[in-house]
């Protein structure tokens, strides 16, 4: 890993127009650096501006101030230097396993013979080797968000979003995808964002934790998760893990009402 | 006294054919209570006769010429009406002020049988070929339009915004993602639409006309030709089979993604 800056959030305040004219600030004055190579989760509570700010690197949320930089440029609008998997997985239903992880080949206009090679090659990578032919409707919920995952990699983004990727799967699919995440994360060496409300998927797989906090949405603490990799999952267990986790988990219960009014 | 029990084998022979079983039952009956003279010849023919007439007719090319001139504005028509209203109803479709503008109008268009249109269409085009086409084209266009309008707006907004993560274009969004996403609603427009242009052909063809299946049938009505009537009838009868196993074909190959 170097100290190359992949991403530059700069000021960024991002608000919402309510129905009575007024408006709602969902990120307020954040700015955040992520590194050439690295996995940053972000983690918060709901409603905490977390996917708001996703939805502003991937340039589909307008920003009211300040301005986010990729590789030194300004993100204007969506576009395929960055892949984006959402939690559902939004598969093309008319489209076989294949066809749809070269979607984005075929909008770039990759030649027929190249985009099929490349699909093979991140069908393997994905584990989904014989499923070329398949449908997304006979797929698995976890084998479908692989196929996103796969869809997302194929256009070789300088950037991975991911929102929530496997909140829509059951807790052990989940626990298994995180491996696997980590695996194909390994053999791409992409950057991530990943968003998540889930405090131990974000320790596991992350280089940094960045717990944002709510109304207005901002950052209150960044953590460096310094646990050796690759992880297996019983590091789960060890208890530099949970420390890390009690920590980042102060920090959203600090911010959290419901939780302070429990306590 | 013991009760009978009715049982129906649900899986035997009789079963898997009741359908043919009864076509072919209703046309012995036919026959016999025709041969037996308990049917008047000037109202009804009878199946055999059908068959040899229509045999006749095929041969000498009458038929057949009636038959290609039906298809001719069918085609016509059909083909046009198919490609103008999937494409404006695509548009309609997307561009949601566009489509409620011209709303009225569509939906109490498809609710009017387009036939009455007739003597306005012969007043400004003749009794010539485009009255025909013109008639089967209004006569399919309207429930092809509103279904992919409806396929339009009920498309997943998820795939939309996959498209547009992915930086396509407007018209890649369209070709990817519009198109078939509304399939199944365009098919199931094309299928009614060609049942309708099929009564407006026939129709049509009786009212003004000089050749055509429905010419045929009226004007052999008019001679008190009965067994002419009956092969027109048969010849429309087999049309309209043809079309809906045409469109089944086309349902079954589109179904092959969706999951049962």
Known sequence: ???????????????????????????????????????????????????????????????????????????????????????????????????????????????????????????????????????????????QQRVNLARALAIEPSLMLLDEPFGALDAQTREYMQVELLRIWAATSQTVILVTHDIGEAVYLADRVVVMSARPGRICETTEIRLPRPRPLEIKRSSEFQAYEAHIWMFIAHDSEELREAN | M???????????????????????????????????????PIFLSSPLKIVQVCITLFQNGVLTEHLLFTLGHFTVGFGLAAVSAVVLGLVFGWYRPLGAAFDPFLTAMLGTPRIVLLPLITLWVGVGFASKV???????????????????????????????????????????????????????????????????????????????????????????????????????????????????????????????
Request: aromatic share 10%; charged share 15%.
């Open chain 2, 2 to 40: 013991a009760r009978t029990r009715l049982s129906f084998d649900h899986t035997g022979w009789a079963a898997r054919n009741i359908g043919s079983i009864a076509v072919v039952s209703f046309l012995a009956i036919w026959e016999i209570l025709y041969r037996i003279g308990l049917i008047n």
């Open chain 2, 134 to 260: 013109l008639i089967v084209f209004l006569a399919s266009f309207f429930p092809i339009i509103l279904n992919t309008i409806i396929g339009v707006h009920s498309l997943d907004r998820n795939l939309l915004r996959v498209a547009g993560a992915f930086g396509a274009t407007p018209l890649q969004t369209f070709r990817t993602v519009a198109l078939p996403g509304a399939l199944p609603y365009i098919v199931s427009g094309l299928r009614i639409g060609m049942g309708q242009a099929l009564v407006g052909v026939v129709a049509a063809e009786m009212f003004v006309s000089t050749g055509g299946v429905g010419y045929f049938v009226a004007q052999s009505s008019a001679n008190f030709n009965i067994d002419r009537v009956f092969v027109g009838i048969v010849v429309i009868v087999l049309m309209g089979l043809m079309i809906t196993g045409a469109i089944k074909w086309g349902e079954n190959r589109l179904a092959k993604w969706r999951s049962e």
């Open chain 1, 1 to 143: 890993m170097n100290d190359l800056t992949k991403l530059h959030a700069r000021n960024v305040t991002i608000t919402y127009p309510l129905k009575d004219g007024k408006e709602v600030t969902a990120v307020s004055d954040l700015s955040l650096k992520v590194r050439e190579g690295e996995f940053v989760c972000i983690v918060g509570p709901s409603g905490c501006g977390k996917s708001t700010l996703l939805g502003a690197i991937a340039g589909f949320q307008p920003i009211k101030h300040g301005e986010i930089l990729l590789n030194g440029r300004a993100i204007k609008g969506p576009g395929r230097d960055r892949g984006v998997v959402f939690q559902q997985a939004s598969l093309f239903p008319w489209r076989t396993t294949l066809d749809n992880i070269i979607y984005g080949l075929e909008l770039a206009g990759v030649d027929k013979k190249k985009r099929r090679e490349r699909g093979e090659e991140l069908l393997h990578l994905v584990g989904l080797d014989g499923f070329s032919s398949h449908y997304p409707y006979q797929l698995s919920g976890g084998m």
